[in-house]
């Protein structure tokens, strides 16, 4: 089983309505992150959250919004979506404790507005 | 500019061939670097740290130029299953509230290796 999850892996949906991104994971890490991809460009960081009562802005946050449900759960929200969000989001994970502090990757999910 | 630079590629190579790749970064205060690859379509895995003292696993090898800022990696004898996006990554940290750590990708570089 994949140590991080995410739900739904596609999802297309229409300008205005309200989108929920799952992020799940059992390595048991403190610190989770939602990231965006975009063709032609690296990864943005959205929202980033070290414990479960730790939340913060990425460099791209605006139109989003985030909830820690708890340390295994992290959920990213588009309150009203916009064509512009039409990318490839990616949840992570990882362990402070680590040197290398390692980021570990959910299997993303492809979300289309329309 | 951007705080972490790649070359796109796409690199198409023979299999056999050793290829390289160099990244930049501007931020003189960064801490930790790395090398991520990506599969089209998949979530980025980690390749390898990169250290001051560069870092060989098998075929890569993985140096950092702190004076001049950039990162390379290097792939020896490439196989197939090399073919991917690799993104170098680096970890600039700031201080809030504690110690905060945040990764900058770089937008990655394809690689193709040819039969």
């Known amino acids: 089983d994949a140590d991080v999850t995410q739900t739904p892996r596609n999802r297309i949906t229409k300008t205005g309505k309200r989108i929920m991104l799952e992020c799940s994971q059992t390595?048991?890490?403190?610190?989770m992150y939602w990231y965006r991809q975009d063709p032609g460009l690296g990864l943005q960081l959205i929202y980033y959250?070290?414990?479960?009562?730790?939340?913060n802005k990425g460099e791209i946050s605006d139109g989003y919004s985030v909830s820690r449900q708890a340390q295994a759960k992290f959920s990213l929200s588009l309150e009203s979506a916009i064509p512009n969000q039409t990318a490839l989001y990616f949840c992570?994970?990882?362990?402070?404790?680590?040197?290398?502090?390692?980021?570990?990757f959910g299997p993303g999910t492809r979300l289309t507005v329309l | 500019r951007k705080e972490v630079e790649q070359d796109p590629g796409p690199f198409n190579v023979p299999e056999g061939a050793t290829v390289a790749f160099n990244c930049t970064y501007s931020?003189?205060?960064?801490?930790?670097f790395f090398w991520y690859r990506q599969d089209c379509r998949k979530e980025p895995k980690l390749l390898m740290s990169?250290?001051?003292s560069g870092n060989e696993d098998g075929r890569f090898t993985a140096q950092l130029n702190r004076a001049s800022q950039y990162i390379s990696l290097l792939i020896r004898d490439s196989k197939l299953s090399d073919s991917a996006t690799y993104l170098c990554?680096?970890?600039?940290?700031?201080?809030?509230?504690?110690?905060?750590?945040?990764?900058?990708f770089g937008s990655g570089t394809q690689l193709t290796v040819l039969p």
């Open positions: 931020n003189s205060a960064s801490q930790s």
């Open positions: 990169v250290y001051s």
């Open positions: 990554v680096v970890n600039m940290e700031t201080f809030l509230s504690g110690s905060a750590r945040q990764l900058t």
């Open positions: 390595k048991g890490h403190d610190r």
């Open positions: 959250s070290f414990d479960v009562k730790d939340i």
């Open positions: 992570a994970t990882s362990d402070p404790t680590m040197t290398a502090d390692t980021q570990y």
